[in-house]
């Protein structure tokens, strides 16, 4: 079984690690050495339960999805309802702590990037509460398609800076977020959204979002009164799935990550380099990396955290694909059946979630991780209907 933390160089086993120009690497160590300080001071935990608390909303509910069930012979399916966290997403659990971790470093100046936009808005989010300037990046594609996210991190206070080289995807927001970092690094932070990146964020990021599974693991066994048979989440980069894993990886439980079909780097990729990290990701022949595409911004990234990649090849987590049809339907059926409109992201989930409750066998308990809510998407759902 894959170790819980990755070695002093950042390896889950041959995943991670740091690739990054030597500019990079003092503030890295710095950023190291601040979280296991944070980690282990009192205070910092205070302050960061507390508005996780107050703030946030946490914990968040479990649900136990009683007509989705029924659709598919009665199957226990409860939903972890990071939807209902403030902004509207489980990116506020990680995007806080940074933003807490950057005043402790003496930071005044965020930086971030975004796809589907809910890490932008986590982040400008944050950024408002603690009074740090916020400075978010987001494909030029992105930004048209989720507009509604735009408008809430420039309410927020943030300035959004559209990316029109590459696809206009996340990938090309990532990187010129850690270009600006590298131009600014004595005064900026540089709050990454995911488990992806070089040595320590896939670690930083999992420890801010191991509160789902923590959670998830406890409210399951006092309404349910035992462990679930499956946790099931989507993976883009991967932190919800990630966040949600680590609470169950020394249980009999099955760990599925649900790659969006288009972006499917653990089912179709191969082990390379990107942001600064090893790990599987989309590439041809000559090593370059492909694009990805997915009904969903958040999951429209050609590669995947490095300890997902450790978690595929050591057979402790297990990974498949959903095609944008297939989400899509998944969308429609949690609304009419639940009343609650899932973020696209999330919906990958819920389609697998309803294949793996129906399949033959002995009846299964599925906890679904519910990483966001739909409101960001009604624009692409409706057109797809078209």
Not at 126 to 146: K, N
Not at 177 to 198: C, F, I
Request: charge should be neutral.
């Amino acid at each position: 079984m894959p170790e819980a933390q990755p070695d002093e160089r950042g390896y889950f086993g041959p995943f991670g690690g740091r690739f990054v120009p030597e500019t990079l690497m003092a503030a890295l160590e710095e950023l190291d050495t601040a979280w296991r300080r944070a980690a282990d001071d009192p205070r910092f935990r205070a302050e960061y339960d507390g508005l996780l608390g107050d703030w946030v909303g946490r914990p968040t509910p479990i649900h136990r999805a009683e007509r989705l069930g029924a659709r598919v012979g009665g199957a226990p399916i409860w939903l972890k309802r990071e939807d209902l966290a403030h902004t509207g997403a489980h990116k506020i659990n990680n995007a806080l702590g940074q933003a807490l971790l950057a005043r402790r470093l003496g930071k005044s100046r965020l930086v971030a990037e975004t796809g589907a936009g809910q890490h932008g808005v986590a982040a400008a989010t944050a950024a408002a509460l603690l009074g740090l300037e916020c400075r978010v990046y987001m494909g030029v594609r992105d930004a048209a398609r989720q507009r509604p996210n735009v408008l809430r991190m420039e309410l927020l206070g943030a300035e959004v800076r559209r990316v029109e080289g590459g696809a206009g995807a996340l990938k090309d927001a990532i990187s010129e977020a850690l270009r600006d970092w590298v131009t600014n690094v004595r005064t900026t932070h540089y709050a990454l959204g995911s488990v992806v990146g070089p040595h320590p964020y896939p670690r930083l990021v999992r420890d801010l979002q191991a509160v789902i599974g923590r959670e998830a693991r406890a409210q399951l066994l006092e309404r349910q009164g035992r462990l679930p048979d499956a946790v099931v989440a989507c993976v883009g980069g991967g932190s919800n799935a990630i966040g949600a894993f680590g609470a169950f990886l020394d249980d009999p439980v099955a760990l599925v990550g649900v790659e969006a079909a288009g972006a499917a780097s653990l089912s179709r990729g191969r082990p390379g380099v990107l942001h600064g990290a090893r790990s599987f990701l989309l590439q041809d022949d000559a090593g370059q990396v492909l694009e990805a595409h997915s009904v969903s911004a958040g999951l429209d990234y050609p590669g995947v955290g490095p300890e997902h990649a450790w978690l595929a090849e050591s057979g402790r987590a297990r990974y498949v694909t959903v095609s944008d049809e297939e989400a899509l339907a998944a969308f429609h059926l949690l609304a009419r059946t639940e009343g609650i409109l899932p973020a696209l992201e999330s919906a990958h989930a819920v389609a697998h979630a309803v294949a793996l409750a129906a399949a033959p066998g002995p009846e299964r308990i599925v906890l679904v991780i519910l990483s966001g809510r739909g409101d960001k998407d009604l624009d692409l759902v409706v057109e797809a209907r078209r």
